[in-house]
């Protein structure tokens, strides 16, 4: 238990850092106002915690640390955004298209809606 939560912790630490280096990106591309950085991290994050799933489902050569380390980790500190892509491909997985539908839907206008109305709120403070 203390050692996945070490390399859960390790992998988070890396994947943090490698997050704001290259979330910086805002900084320098301006592409219709878009945030480039964040966009590449979202969705380079979602490729490799999918590549990695593919992996771990046909073979064993990652084994539950390295499991640890680099999708919950390492993909989960650069990126929250590759967790919920990697749920929804397990729901796809399933068959089952409506609540991957919904789930996305929801989270992203729940997602915005609740990021708008914490900003709000720290505006009355």
């Avoid at 238990?1 to 390790?10: A, E, P, S, V």
């Avoid at 805002?26 to 969705?43: A, E, K, M, Q, R």
């Avoid at 500190?77 to 929804?88: C, I, K, L």
Wanted: a positive charge.
């Amino acid at each position: 238990m203390i050692k996945n939560i070490l390399l859960i912790g390790l992998g988070g630490f890396i994947g943090s850092i490698a997050r704001y280096f290259v979330s910086r990106l805002n900084l320098y591309i301006d592409f219709f106002s878009i945030p480039i950085g964040t966009l590449l991290v979202n969705v380079s994050g979602s490729f490799v915690i999918g590549f990695l799933t593919g992996i771990a489902t046909k073979s064993a050569v990652l084994s539950v640390e390295w499991r640890m380390f680099l999708m919950v980790g390492l993909c989960g500190g650069f990126t929250t955004f590759s967790t919920f892509t990697s749920e929804n491909l397990m729901l796809l997985h399933n068959g089952q298209f409506f609540p991957i539908f919904l789930y996305t839907v929801i989270s992203i206008i729940l997602g915005f809606v609740a990021v708008y109305l914490g900003y709000v709120t720290s505006n009355l403070l």
